[in-house]
């Protein structure tokens, strides 16, 4: 398991400063085009967990392999593609999961894909029109503990890991799916069901928005991307 000592809990604290930096140049986008959602605890998190001390076993993988890509739909307008290991494509991710988490060692992809679509909610600015995305799940070669399903996203100004679900969950569903906001009262990483490591800022349901405005972390555009994940 992921220990608190205090080179990690700087690594994790980077974590939520970052998602907040994401969260707040969304926000001033959706200033213009409608109000930003308010950010509540999800209900399903609790602040007391308290991190297991059974051993996790290594995941095994699929009985049937994942395909490579998937065509472009509705709700998935780009298509997607599983990008080869060793392009660029498929180092930034597991860089970026790295940086934010503070994990070490090798990073071991059980499947990634690749998406490009619009901003959450769309957006008429340039930069924001067209978002680059990764969905990845994986473990740490050397930490099985350290197993999750990932969310990762780049813009214009840069990249961040945006939200986390249990690595046995599937496809993109209410409550797996969380993101963390800075907020002060929030500053001490903590333990999160089903997540690996510790976490910090307040969680909330990535893929039902904050209270009272259901906008999601993901547009309609590209939620499909994840169907069979």
Same mark, same amino acid.
């Given at each position: 398991? %992921? #220990?608190?000592?205090?080179?990690?809990?700087?690594?994790?604290?980077? %974590?939520?400063?970052? &998602? *907040?930096?994401?969260?707040?140049?969304?926000?001033?986008?959706?200033?213009?085009?409608?109000?930003?959602?308010?950010?509540?605890?999800?209900?399903? &998190?609790?602040?007391?967990?308290?991190?297991?001390?059974?051993?996790?076993?290594?995941?095994?993988?699929?009985?049937?392999?994942?395909? $490579?890509?998937?065509?472009?739909?509705?709700?998935?307008?780009? #298509?997607?593609?599983?990008?080869?290991? #060793?392009?660029?494509?498929?180092?930034?991710?597991?860089?970026? &999961?790295?940086?934010?988490? #503070?994990?070490?060692?090798?990073?071991?992809? &059980?499947?990634?894909?690749?998406?490009?679509?619009?901003?959450?909610?769309?957006?008429?600015?340039? @930069?924001? *029109?067209?978002?680059?995305?990764?969905?990845?799940?994986? @473990?740490?070669?050397?930490?099985?503990? +350290?197993?999750?399903?990932?969310?990762?996203?780049?813009?214009? +100004?840069?990249?961040?890991?945006?939200?986390?679900?249990?690595?046995?969950?599937?496809?993109? $569903?209410?409550?797996?799916?969380?993101?963390?906001?800075?907020?002060?009262?929030? %500053?001490?990483?903590?333990?999160?069901?089903?997540?690996?490591?510790?976490?910090?800022?307040?969680?909330?349901? +990535?893929?039902?928005?904050?209270?009272?405005? $259901?906008?999601?972390?993901?547009?309609?555009?590209?939620?499909?991307? %994840?169907?069979?994940?």
């Amino acid at each position: 398991m %992921l #220990g608190r000592v205090a080179d990690h809990n700087v690594m994790l604290r980077s %974590l939520s400063i970052w &998602i *907040a930096v994401v969260v707040a140049l969304a926000a001033c986008e959706r200033a213009v085009d409608q109000p930003s959602p308010p950010v509540e605890r999800s209900p399903t &998190i609790s602040s007391s967990v308290e991190p297991t001390s059974e051993p996790v076993a290594t995941p095994k993988p699929p009985e049937e392999p994942y395909p $490579r890509s998937g065509p472009a739909t509705d709700t998935c307008v780009n #298509g997607w593609r599983a990008p080869a290991e #060793g392009n660029t494509l498929y180092d930034l991710p597991l860089r970026v &999961i790295r940086s934010a988490t #503070g994990v070490r060692g090798r990073l071991v992809v &059980i499947h990634m894909r690749y998406f490009e679509g619009p901003e959450s909610p769309p957006s008429d600015k340039g @930069y924001l *029109a067209v978002v680059r995305r990764w969905y990845v799940r994986g @473990y740490a070669k050397n930490d099985t503990a +350290f197993q999750a399903r990932f969310l990762v996203e780049s813009r214009e +100004f840069g990249e961040g890991l945006v939200a986390v679900a249990p690595y046995d969950s599937t496809d993109f $569903r209410s409550p797996d799916w969380r993101g963390f906001q800075y907020n002060e009262s929030e %500053l001490e990483p903590r333990p999160i069901r089903g997540l690996p490591g510790e976490w910090a800022g307040i969680a909330y349901d +990535f893929v039902e928005g904050g209270a009272g405005l $259901r906008i999601s972390g993901l547009p309609d555009a590209v939620e499909g991307c %994840l169907d069979g994940s």
